[in-house]
């Protein structure tokens, strides 16, 4: 079993940043994938950015060069830092992590940003 806590949402005004946090319950060195996904109200859940276990990265062209994905194994966490934010960011954030073959979930940090 994993527990995922995510925190660092709030409302920001636009050309703002943000860092999100994800804590993971126990150790994540050998996660193979852990990934920031957003939802905003009527839509699907949709990957933001990912972070595999060699620490290689992707990102959906829509954050590409605004935000970064990174991971503390020392901390059991993953972080997303976001600049420039637009008001299209505007979502509750969820951290998602694959684990012996089961996805885990967080249970999200809203994220709102003001025009």
């Known amino acids: 079993q994993v527990q995922l806590v995510e925190s660092g949402g709030g409302l920001v005004q636009a050309g703002g940043s943000l860092r999100l946090s994800c804590a993971a319950s126990?150790?994540?060195?050998?996660?193979?994938?852990m990934g920031w996904y957003r939802q905003a109200p009527g839509l699907q859940r949709d990957l933001v950015a990912t972070?595999?276990?060699?620490?290689?990265?992707d990102y959906v062209d829509s954050v590409r060069g605004r935000f970064a994905i990174s991971r503390d194994n020392a901390k059991n966490t993953i972080y997303l830092k976001m600049d420039n934010l637009k008001p299209e960011d505007t979502a509750v954030y969820y951290c998602?992590?694959?684990?012996?073959?089961?996805?885990?979930w967080g249970q999200g940090t809203q994220v709102t940003v003001s025009s």
């Open positions: 998602g992590a694959l684990y012996q073959g089961r996805y885990y």
């Open positions: 126990r150790s994540i060195y050998n996660f193979y994938r």
């Open positions: 972070i595999f276990s060699a620490g290689t990265t």
